[in-house]
Protein backbone atom coordinates (compact mmCIF):
# COMPACT_ATOMS: atom_id res chain seq x y z
CA UNK A 1 0.00 0.00 0.00
CA UNK A 2 1.62 3.61 -0.72
CA UNK A 3 1.25 5.71 2.00
CA UNK A 4 -0.14 3.04 4.77
CA UNK A 5 2.18 0.55 6.56
CA UNK A 6 1.79 -0.80 9.95
CA UNK A 7 3.52 1.52 12.33
CA UNK A 8 5.96 1.40 15.28
CA UNK A 9 5.57 3.46 18.64
CA UNK A 10 8.30 5.65 17.14
CA UNK A 11 6.72 5.97 13.71
CA UNK A 12 2.92 6.31 16.18
CA UNK A 13 4.58 9.22 17.68
CA UNK A 14 6.05 10.95 14.58
CA UNK A 15 2.55 10.47 12.98
CA UNK A 16 1.07 12.37 15.80
CA UNK A 17 1.79 15.93 16.33
CA UNK A 18 1.42 17.77 19.78
CA UNK A 19 -1.02 19.73 18.54
CA UNK A 20 -2.70 16.44 16.69
CA UNK A 21 -2.95 14.64 19.98
CA UNK A 22 -4.81 17.55 21.68
CA UNK A 23 -7.45 18.19 18.86
CA UNK A 24 -7.92 14.12 18.71
CA UNK A 25 -8.23 14.24 22.46
CA UNK A 26 -11.01 16.78 22.14
CA UNK A 27 -12.69 14.77 19.56
CA UNK A 28 -12.72 11.56 21.43
CA UNK A 29 -14.23 13.19 24.65
CA UNK A 30 -17.18 14.83 22.45
CA UNK A 31 -17.42 11.20 21.06
CA UNK A 32 -20.83 10.89 23.37
CA UNK A 33 -22.58 13.86 22.10
CA UNK A 34 -21.94 13.69 18.58
CA UNK A 35 -25.23 13.76 16.17
CA UNK A 36 -25.45 10.43 13.85
CA UNK A 37 -27.49 9.70 11.14
CA UNK A 38 -30.42 7.29 11.66
CA UNK A 39 -28.59 3.18 11.21
CA UNK A 40 -29.44 2.03 7.45
CA UNK A 41 -27.76 0.91 4.35
CA UNK A 42 -27.14 2.86 0.51
CA UNK A 43 -31.25 1.67 -0.12
CA UNK A 44 -32.34 5.26 2.93
CA UNK A 45 -31.44 7.48 0.71
CA UNK A 46 -32.74 6.46 -2.62
CA UNK A 47 -36.71 6.32 -2.98
CA UNK A 48 -36.95 3.88 -5.66
CA UNK A 49 -34.34 1.49 -3.69
CA UNK A 50 -36.23 1.62 -0.53
CA UNK A 51 -39.97 0.80 -2.53
CA UNK A 52 -41.62 4.46 -1.42
CA UNK A 53 -43.52 6.89 -2.94
CA UNK A 54 -42.55 9.96 -1.45
CA UNK A 55 -45.65 12.26 -0.13
CA UNK A 56 -46.52 15.69 -1.56
CA UNK A 57 -44.68 18.13 -0.58
CA UNK A 58 -46.57 21.54 1.28
CA UNK A 59 -47.78 24.76 -0.63
CA UNK A 60 -44.69 26.56 0.70
CA UNK A 61 -42.82 24.95 -2.70
CA UNK A 62 -46.10 26.55 -4.90
CA UNK A 63 -45.15 29.69 -3.10
CA UNK A 64 -41.64 29.52 -3.59
CA UNK A 65 -42.27 28.99 -7.28
CA UNK A 66 -43.69 32.52 -7.12
CA UNK A 67 -41.16 33.42 -4.82
CA UNK A 68 -38.77 33.21 -8.08
CA UNK A 69 -40.39 34.52 -10.71
CA UNK A 70 -42.55 36.79 -9.36
CA UNK A 71 -43.67 39.38 -12.31
CA UNK A 72 -45.09 38.32 -15.89
CA UNK A 73 -42.18 39.79 -17.55
CA UNK A 74 -39.73 37.07 -15.42
CA UNK A 75 -42.52 34.34 -16.62
CA UNK A 76 -42.21 35.17 -20.12
CA UNK A 77 -38.71 35.04 -20.35
CA UNK A 78 -38.82 32.39 -18.08
CA UNK A 79 -40.46 30.50 -21.08
CA UNK A 80 -38.86 31.73 -23.78
CA UNK A 81 -35.58 30.31 -22.15
CA UNK A 82 -37.68 27.26 -21.65
CA UNK A 83 -38.79 26.56 -25.26
CA UNK A 84 -35.23 27.61 -26.31
CA UNK A 85 -33.10 24.75 -24.11
CA UNK A 86 -35.87 22.26 -25.18
CA UNK A 87 -34.27 23.10 -28.72
CA UNK A 88 -30.94 22.93 -27.94
CA UNK A 89 -31.70 19.22 -25.52
CA UNK A 90 -33.48 18.29 -28.90
CA UNK A 91 -29.87 18.55 -31.09
CA UNK A 92 -27.68 17.28 -27.77
CA UNK A 93 -29.64 14.38 -27.21
CA UNK A 94 -29.54 13.26 -30.67
CA UNK A 95 -25.91 13.29 -30.84
CA UNK A 96 -25.61 11.39 -27.32
CA UNK A 97 -27.91 8.92 -28.80
CA UNK A 98 -25.78 8.41 -31.84
CA UNK A 99 -22.17 8.14 -30.31
CA UNK A 100 -22.98 6.36 -27.20
CA UNK A 101 -20.43 4.70 -25.11
CA UNK A 102 -18.01 6.49 -27.19
CA UNK A 103 -18.99 10.00 -26.12
CA UNK A 104 -17.25 9.52 -22.78
CA UNK A 105 -13.79 11.25 -22.59
CA UNK A 106 -10.63 9.53 -21.36
CA UNK A 107 -7.90 11.30 -20.61
CA UNK A 108 -4.42 8.92 -19.14
CA UNK A 109 -3.18 9.95 -15.89
CA UNK A 110 0.34 11.07 -16.83
CA UNK A 111 -1.36 12.95 -19.58
CA UNK A 112 -4.21 14.41 -16.90
CA UNK A 113 -1.78 15.98 -14.94
CA UNK A 114 0.61 17.29 -17.32
CA UNK A 115 -1.17 18.60 -20.75
CA UNK A 116 -4.42 20.98 -21.17
CA UNK A 117 -5.99 19.37 -23.96
CA UNK A 118 -8.20 16.84 -21.98
CA UNK A 119 -10.24 19.80 -20.18
CA UNK A 120 -12.76 21.29 -23.28
CA UNK A 121 -15.01 18.19 -23.93
CA UNK A 122 -14.71 17.18 -20.16
CA UNK A 123 -16.31 20.84 -19.25
CA UNK A 124 -18.88 19.68 -21.73
CA UNK A 125 -19.66 16.50 -20.79
CA UNK A 126 -19.26 16.69 -17.19
CA UNK A 127 -17.35 13.23 -17.05
CA UNK A 128 -14.23 11.73 -17.88
CA UNK A 129 -12.48 8.46 -17.46
CA UNK A 130 -8.37 8.41 -16.12
CA UNK A 131 -7.00 5.49 -17.32
CA UNK A 132 -3.81 4.18 -14.95
CA UNK A 133 -4.14 6.18 -12.33
CA UNK A 134 -2.75 3.46 -9.70
CA UNK A 135 -0.71 0.41 -10.54
CA UNK A 136 -3.45 -2.45 -11.38
CA UNK A 137 -1.39 -5.06 -9.44
CA UNK A 138 -1.91 -2.72 -6.28
CA UNK A 139 -5.26 -2.52 -6.72
CA UNK A 140 -5.96 -6.07 -7.24
CA UNK A 141 -3.95 -6.04 -3.89
CA UNK A 142 -6.09 -4.27 -2.07
CA UNK A 143 -9.20 -5.78 -3.29
CA UNK A 144 -8.01 -9.19 -1.43
CA UNK A 145 -6.33 -7.26 1.57
CA UNK A 146 -10.60 -6.22 1.49
CA UNK A 147 -12.44 -9.55 0.91
CA UNK A 148 -9.88 -10.82 3.87
CA UNK A 149 -11.50 -7.86 5.97
CA UNK A 150 -14.86 -8.53 5.01
CA UNK A 151 -14.67 -12.20 5.98
CA UNK A 152 -12.96 -11.39 9.58
CA UNK A 153 -16.14 -9.19 10.11
CA UNK A 154 -19.15 -10.75 9.32
CA UNK A 155 -21.50 -8.60 10.95
CA UNK A 156 -20.42 -5.74 8.21
CA UNK A 157 -23.86 -4.11 7.01
CA UNK A 158 -24.41 -3.88 3.74
CA UNK A 159 -27.01 -3.71 0.37
CA UNK A 160 -29.07 -6.14 -0.20
CA UNK A 161 -28.80 -8.02 3.21
CA UNK A 162 -28.86 -10.75 1.85
CA UNK A 163 -26.48 -10.82 -0.70
CA UNK A 164 -24.32 -7.79 0.49
CA UNK A 165 -22.78 -5.92 -2.20
CA UNK A 166 -22.83 -2.30 -1.41
CA UNK A 167 -21.00 -2.49 1.86
CA UNK A 168 -21.44 -0.08 5.01
CA UNK A 169 -17.41 -0.10 5.34
CA UNK A 170 -15.40 3.85 5.47
CA UNK A 171 -12.45 2.56 7.70
CA UNK A 172 -10.41 -0.66 5.81
CA UNK A 173 -6.87 -0.35 5.14
CA UNK A 174 -7.49 -0.52 1.74
CA UNK A 175 -10.00 2.00 1.57
CA UNK A 176 -7.44 4.28 3.23
CA UNK A 177 -4.64 3.56 1.12
CA UNK A 178 -6.89 4.18 -1.94
CA UNK A 179 -7.89 7.82 -0.43
CA UNK A 180 -4.38 8.41 0.14
CA UNK A 181 -2.44 7.07 -2.89
CA UNK A 182 0.03 10.12 -3.93
CA UNK A 183 -1.39 8.66 -7.81
CA UNK A 184 -4.94 9.93 -6.06
CA UNK A 185 -4.66 12.78 -4.53
CA UNK A 186 -2.35 14.08 -7.67
CA UNK A 187 -5.65 12.85 -9.81
CA UNK A 188 -8.12 14.94 -7.48
CA UNK A 189 -6.05 18.02 -7.63
CA UNK A 190 -5.82 18.11 -11.62
CA UNK A 191 -9.24 17.81 -12.25
CA UNK A 192 -10.36 20.33 -9.78
CA UNK A 193 -8.47 22.79 -11.68
CA UNK A 194 -11.39 22.60 -14.25
CA UNK A 195 -13.25 24.68 -11.63
CA UNK A 196 -12.79 28.52 -10.89
CA UNK A 197 -13.43 31.25 -8.55
CA UNK A 198 -13.20 34.52 -7.66
CA UNK A 199 -9.72 34.84 -5.99
CA UNK A 200 -10.80 36.44 -3.11
CA UNK A 201 -13.29 33.25 -2.49
CA UNK A 202 -12.02 30.82 0.40
CA UNK A 203 -11.45 27.59 -1.44
CA UNK A 204 -8.89 25.61 -2.48
CA UNK A 205 -8.67 23.11 -5.38
CA UNK A 206 -5.21 22.56 -4.73
CA UNK A 207 -5.46 20.92 -1.77
CA UNK A 208 -7.96 18.02 -2.29
CA UNK A 209 -9.34 16.77 1.13
CA UNK A 210 -10.76 13.23 2.18
CA UNK A 211 -14.51 12.77 2.22
CA UNK A 212 -14.64 8.83 3.47
CA UNK A 213 -17.56 6.55 1.72
CA UNK A 214 -18.86 2.96 0.95
CA UNK A 215 -17.33 0.44 -1.35
CA UNK A 216 -19.42 -2.00 -4.11
CA UNK A 217 -18.33 -5.65 -5.18
CA UNK A 218 -21.47 -6.31 -7.26
CA UNK A 219 -21.88 -9.81 -8.39
CA UNK A 220 -22.71 -11.49 -11.59
CA UNK A 221 -26.64 -11.31 -12.16
CA UNK A 222 -27.20 -9.38 -9.65
CA UNK A 223 -30.47 -6.70 -10.41
CA UNK A 224 -31.43 -5.84 -7.37
CA UNK A 225 -28.78 -1.97 -7.01
CA UNK A 226 -30.86 -1.49 -10.00
CA UNK A 227 -29.79 2.24 -9.09
CA UNK A 228 -31.46 4.56 -11.55
CA UNK A 229 -30.54 8.15 -13.00
CA UNK A 230 -29.91 10.47 -10.05
CA UNK A 231 -28.07 13.84 -8.80
CA UNK A 232 -26.42 13.62 -5.57
CA UNK A 233 -25.73 16.51 -3.25
CA UNK A 234 -29.62 17.29 -2.20
CA UNK A 235 -32.47 17.77 -4.35
CA UNK A 236 -34.96 20.16 -2.67
CA UNK A 237 -32.09 22.19 -1.59
CA UNK A 238 -31.06 23.01 -5.29
CA UNK A 239 -34.34 25.60 -5.03
CA UNK A 240 -34.80 26.01 -1.26
CA UNK A 241 -31.33 26.86 0.09
CA UNK A 242 -30.37 30.99 -1.25
CA UNK A 243 -26.82 30.07 -1.37
CA UNK A 244 -26.72 26.99 -3.41
CA UNK A 245 -29.72 28.40 -5.85
CA UNK A 246 -27.37 31.53 -6.46
CA UNK A 247 -25.23 28.48 -8.36
CA UNK A 248 -27.82 28.54 -10.95
CA UNK A 249 -29.35 31.75 -11.11
CA UNK A 250 -28.82 32.22 -14.62
CA UNK A 251 -30.97 29.67 -15.37
CA UNK A 252 -33.98 31.50 -12.77
CA UNK A 253 -33.30 34.65 -14.77
CA UNK A 254 -34.03 32.71 -18.15
CA UNK A 255 -30.84 33.06 -19.10
CA UNK A 256 -29.70 29.27 -19.20
CA UNK A 257 -26.82 29.76 -22.05
CA UNK A 258 -24.99 32.07 -19.56
CA UNK A 259 -24.58 28.97 -16.68
CA UNK A 260 -21.34 28.84 -16.03
CA UNK A 261 -21.32 25.13 -14.55
CA UNK A 262 -17.50 25.78 -13.10
CA UNK A 263 -17.90 28.70 -11.04
CA UNK A 264 -17.12 27.00 -7.94
CA UNK A 265 -17.00 29.90 -5.55
CA UNK A 266 -21.06 30.21 -5.54
CA UNK A 267 -21.11 26.82 -4.10
CA UNK A 268 -18.70 27.44 -1.07
CA UNK A 269 -21.41 28.49 1.53
CA UNK A 270 -24.32 26.43 -0.04
CA UNK A 271 -26.27 24.15 2.05
CA UNK A 272 -27.01 20.48 0.40
CA UNK A 273 -28.27 18.83 3.18
CA UNK A 274 -31.35 21.05 4.69
CA UNK A 275 -33.48 17.85 5.73
CA UNK A 276 -30.36 16.06 7.32
CA UNK A 277 -31.18 13.10 5.12
CA UNK A 278 -29.37 9.68 5.45
CA UNK A 279 -26.69 9.90 2.75
CA UNK A 280 -27.13 13.23 1.58
CA UNK A 281 -23.83 15.27 1.22
CA UNK A 282 -22.77 17.55 3.54
CA UNK A 283 -19.42 18.77 1.76
CA UNK A 284 -19.09 20.52 -1.33
CA UNK A 285 -17.90 17.80 -4.00
CA UNK A 286 -16.38 19.01 -6.65
CA UNK A 287 -16.49 16.03 -8.37
CA UNK A 288 -18.29 12.74 -7.84
CA UNK A 289 -15.93 9.29 -8.22
CA UNK A 290 -14.94 5.99 -7.70
CA UNK A 291 -11.65 4.01 -8.45
CA UNK A 292 -12.11 0.88 -10.29
CA UNK A 293 -10.81 -2.78 -8.27
CA UNK A 294 -12.05 -4.94 -11.57
CA UNK A 295 -12.35 -4.76 -15.22
CA UNK A 296 -15.45 -4.03 -16.32
CA UNK A 297 -17.50 -2.97 -19.12
CA UNK A 298 -20.59 -2.13 -20.55
CA UNK A 299 -23.79 -5.19 -19.20
CA UNK A 300 -21.47 -5.91 -16.31
CA UNK A 301 -23.04 -2.88 -13.76
CA UNK A 302 -21.31 -0.15 -15.73
CA UNK A 303 -21.77 3.52 -14.37
CA UNK A 304 -24.18 5.15 -16.69
CA UNK A 305 -23.99 8.72 -16.95
CA UNK A 306 -25.88 11.76 -19.16
CA UNK A 307 -23.05 13.13 -20.95
CA UNK A 308 -24.24 16.88 -21.19
CA UNK A 309 -23.39 18.61 -17.70
CA UNK A 310 -25.18 22.95 -18.76
CA UNK A 311 -27.88 21.69 -20.66
CA UNK A 312 -28.98 18.80 -18.49
CA UNK A 313 -28.31 20.77 -15.51
CA UNK A 314 -30.71 23.78 -16.99
CA UNK A 315 -33.53 21.52 -17.44
CA UNK A 316 -33.72 19.97 -14.15
CA UNK A 317 -33.81 23.62 -12.49
CA UNK A 318 -36.39 24.73 -15.13
CA UNK A 319 -38.77 21.24 -15.10
CA UNK A 320 -40.78 22.10 -11.85
CA UNK A 321 -42.25 25.37 -13.19
CA UNK A 322 -43.97 23.78 -16.64
CA UNK A 323 -46.08 21.26 -17.25
CA UNK A 324 -47.01 19.15 -20.00
CA UNK A 325 -50.80 19.72 -22.05
CA UNK A 326 -50.86 16.90 -23.74
CA UNK A 327 -50.34 12.69 -22.82
CA UNK A 328 -46.82 11.71 -23.32
CA UNK A 329 -48.02 9.67 -26.03
CA UNK A 330 -49.40 12.32 -28.35
CA UNK A 331 -46.92 12.59 -31.11
CA UNK A 332 -46.55 16.71 -30.14
CA UNK A 333 -45.72 16.08 -26.21
CA UNK A 334 -42.12 16.60 -26.59
CA UNK A 335 -42.61 19.85 -28.50
CA UNK A 336 -41.97 23.42 -26.65
CA UNK A 337 -45.47 24.59 -27.44
CA UNK A 338 -46.82 21.45 -25.47
CA UNK A 339 -45.87 22.17 -22.22
CA UNK A 340 -47.06 25.56 -19.94
CA UNK A 341 -45.84 27.37 -17.09
CA UNK A 342 -47.34 26.34 -13.93
CA UNK A 343 -46.91 28.43 -10.74
CA UNK A 344 -49.71 26.94 -8.20
CA UNK A 345 -48.31 23.13 -8.45
CA UNK A 346 -46.41 22.27 -5.09
CA UNK A 347 -44.67 19.60 -7.37
CA UNK A 348 -40.85 19.42 -7.54
CA UNK A 349 -40.51 16.33 -9.71
CA UNK A 350 -38.62 13.63 -8.09
CA UNK A 351 -37.27 16.17 -5.71
CA UNK A 352 -37.94 14.18 -2.01
CA UNK A 353 -37.14 16.23 0.99
CA UNK A 354 -34.20 14.54 2.72
CA UNK A 355 -33.09 12.19 -0.28
CA UNK A 356 -31.04 11.96 -3.36
CA UNK A 357 -32.28 14.10 -6.95
CA UNK A 358 -33.93 11.06 -8.87
CA UNK A 359 -34.89 11.24 -12.43
CA UNK A 360 -36.65 8.56 -14.58
CA UNK A 361 -38.47 8.87 -18.08
CA UNK A 362 -41.88 10.16 -16.92
CA UNK A 363 -40.51 13.29 -14.64
CA UNK A 364 -37.49 14.64 -16.93
CA UNK A 365 -39.11 13.24 -20.36
CA UNK A 366 -36.69 15.52 -22.66
CA UNK A 367 -33.75 13.61 -21.90
CA UNK A 368 -35.13 10.65 -23.39
CA UNK A 369 -33.01 8.66 -20.14
CA UNK A 370 -34.10 4.91 -21.11
CA UNK A 371 -34.11 6.40 -25.29
CA UNK A 372 -29.91 6.58 -25.14
CA UNK A 373 -29.94 10.12 -23.25
CA UNK A 374 -27.98 7.85 -20.57
CA UNK A 375 -24.94 5.56 -21.91
CA UNK A 376 -22.95 3.28 -20.30
CA UNK A 377 -19.30 4.21 -20.14
CA UNK A 378 -16.35 2.60 -21.59
CA UNK A 379 -14.50 -0.54 -19.80
CA UNK A 380 -12.50 0.08 -16.90
CA UNK A 381 -9.28 -1.71 -15.30
CA UNK A 382 -8.38 -1.54 -12.08
CA UNK A 383 -6.81 1.64 -11.04
CA UNK A 384 -8.56 2.91 -13.58
CA UNK A 385 -10.68 6.61 -11.93
CA UNK A 386 -13.89 7.63 -13.07
CA UNK A 387 -14.83 11.20 -12.14
CA UNK A 388 -18.33 12.96 -13.02
CA UNK A 389 -19.72 16.45 -11.83
CA UNK A 390 -21.15 16.89 -8.38
CA UNK A 391 -24.43 17.98 -10.63
CA UNK A 392 -24.02 15.22 -13.27
CA UNK A 393 -27.08 12.58 -13.53
CA UNK A 394 -25.77 9.04 -13.00
CA UNK A 395 -26.61 5.44 -12.97
CA UNK A 396 -25.79 1.89 -12.45
CA UNK A 397 -26.89 -0.49 -14.66
CA UNK A 398 -29.73 -2.32 -13.90
CA UNK A 399 -28.56 -5.90 -14.60
CA UNK A 400 -24.71 -7.14 -14.07
CA UNK A 401 -24.51 -10.00 -17.19
CA UNK A 402 -21.27 -10.10 -16.70
CA UNK A 403 -18.76 -13.16 -15.21
CA UNK A 404 -16.71 -11.11 -12.60
CA UNK A 405 -17.49 -8.58 -10.20
CA UNK A 406 -17.79 -4.71 -10.82
CA UNK A 407 -16.17 -3.67 -7.70
CA UNK A 408 -15.12 -0.18 -7.29
CA UNK A 409 -13.86 2.17 -3.73
CA UNK A 410 -16.13 5.42 -4.32
CA UNK A 411 -13.56 8.38 -4.02
CA UNK A 412 -14.58 12.05 -4.63
CA UNK A 413 -12.74 15.10 -5.58
CA UNK A 414 -13.04 17.59 -2.56
CA UNK A 415 -11.82 21.06 -2.45
CA UNK A 416 -11.19 22.41 0.54
CA UNK A 417 -12.83 24.82 2.04
CA UNK A 418 -14.04 25.94 5.55
CA UNK A 419 -17.24 24.18 5.69
CA UNK A 420 -15.46 21.24 4.19
CA UNK A 421 -13.25 21.61 7.06
CA UNK A 422 -15.44 21.38 9.65
CA UNK A 423 -16.82 18.08 7.99
CA UNK A 424 -13.16 17.01 8.29
CA UNK A 425 -13.20 17.93 11.83
CA UNK A 426 -16.58 15.36 12.41
CA UNK A 427 -15.26 12.96 10.01
CA UNK A 428 -11.68 12.51 11.68
CA UNK A 429 -13.76 11.79 14.87
CA UNK A 430 -15.44 9.34 13.40
CA UNK A 431 -12.63 7.53 11.94
CA UNK A 432 -11.01 7.80 15.29
CA UNK A 433 -13.56 5.84 17.02
CA UNK A 434 -14.54 3.57 13.88
CA UNK A 435 -18.12 4.94 13.41
CA UNK A 436 -19.86 5.71 10.21
CA UNK A 437 -18.33 8.42 8.37
CA UNK A 438 -21.19 11.78 9.31
CA UNK A 439 -22.53 11.98 6.54
CA UNK A 440 -23.55 8.28 6.49
CA UNK A 441 -26.02 5.82 7.99
CA UNK A 442 -24.87 6.15 12.00
CA UNK A 443 -24.54 2.85 14.21
CA UNK A 444 -21.04 0.89 15.84
CA UNK A 445 -19.76 0.72 12.22
CA UNK A 446 -16.09 -0.55 12.34
CA UNK A 447 -15.44 0.15 15.59
CA UNK A 448 -14.31 -3.10 17.44
CA UNK A 449 -13.80 -4.54 13.83
CA UNK A 450 -10.50 -6.95 13.28
CA UNK A 451 -8.09 -4.85 11.09
CA UNK A 452 -9.77 -1.29 11.08
CA UNK A 453 -7.53 1.06 10.10
CA UNK A 454 -5.96 3.89 13.00
CA UNK A 455 -4.56 7.03 12.17
CA UNK A 456 -0.88 5.50 12.89
CA UNK A 457 -1.44 3.72 9.62
CA UNK A 458 -1.53 7.33 7.48
CA UNK A 459 2.10 8.21 6.79
CA UNK A 460 2.31 10.38 3.90
CA UNK A 461 2.08 14.25 4.83
CA UNK A 462 -0.28 14.98 2.10
CA UNK A 463 -2.65 12.14 2.27
CA UNK A 464 -2.65 13.21 6.69
CA UNK A 465 -3.22 16.65 5.79
CA UNK A 466 -6.40 15.48 3.39
CA UNK A 467 -7.78 13.32 6.65
CA UNK A 468 -6.82 16.67 9.14
CA UNK A 469 -4.01 15.09 11.30
CA UNK A 470 -1.73 17.25 9.44
CA UNK A 471 -1.52 21.08 9.75
CA UNK A 472 -1.91 22.73 6.09
CA UNK A 473 1.28 25.22 5.02
CA UNK A 474 0.14 28.72 4.88
CA UNK A 475 1.27 31.58 3.00
CA UNK A 476 0.60 30.24 -0.54
CA UNK A 477 -2.14 30.37 -3.42
CA UNK A 478 -4.67 32.84 -4.16
CA UNK A 479 -5.52 35.96 -1.05
CA UNK A 480 -8.64 34.15 -0.63
CA UNK A 481 -6.57 30.61 -0.70
CA UNK A 482 -4.00 32.32 2.26
CA UNK A 483 -6.87 33.47 4.62
CA UNK A 484 -8.53 29.74 3.80
CA UNK A 485 -5.43 27.89 4.77
CA UNK A 486 -4.87 29.98 7.94
CA UNK A 487 -8.63 29.28 9.18
CA UNK A 488 -8.38 25.66 8.61
CA UNK A 489 -5.53 25.09 10.49
CA UNK A 490 -7.33 27.09 13.03
CA UNK A 491 -11.30 24.60 12.59
CA UNK A 492 -8.67 21.62 12.23
CA UNK A 493 -7.17 22.59 16.25
CA UNK A 494 -3.38 22.97 14.86
Same mark, same amino acid.
Given at each position: ?????????????????????????????????????????????????????????????????????????????????????????????????????????????????????????????????????????????????????? %????????????????????????????????????????????????????????????????????????????????????????????????????????????????????????????????????????????????????????????????????????????????????????????? %?????????????????????????? @???????????????????????????? @?????? @?????????????????????????????????????????????????? %???????????????????????????????????? %????RILGF
Amino acid at each position: MASIRTSSSSLRRAVLSKASRRSMMQMANQASARKQKTEGDISSVFVSLAGEAPPPLPKRFSDLKKTLVPTTHDQERLAHSWRSLLDALKVEVAEIQEKSTTIVPEVSFNDMVSTEEWKKEVRKRGVVIVRNAIDDAEVLGWKEQLRDYI %KANPQVKGFPADNKQVFELYWSLPQLAARGHPNALATQRAILQLFHADPSAEISFNHPVTYADRLRMRLPGDSKFALGPHIDGGSLERWEDPVYRNCYREVLQGRWQDLDMWDCGRRVNATTDLYDGPGQCGVLRGFQGWTSLSTTGPNEGALRVFPLIKEATAYLILRPFFQPTLNPSHPDFFAPDSW %KLNLESTDFPNSPMGRAQELSTASHP @HLRLDEGGMVSIKSVNPGDMVFWHCDGI @HAVEKL @HAGTGDSSVFYIPSVPLTKKNAEYLVRQRETFLHGYPAPDFPGGDGENGF %KGVATAEHIRDDTARRAMGLMPFVTGQGTVGEQKLL %KEVNRILGF
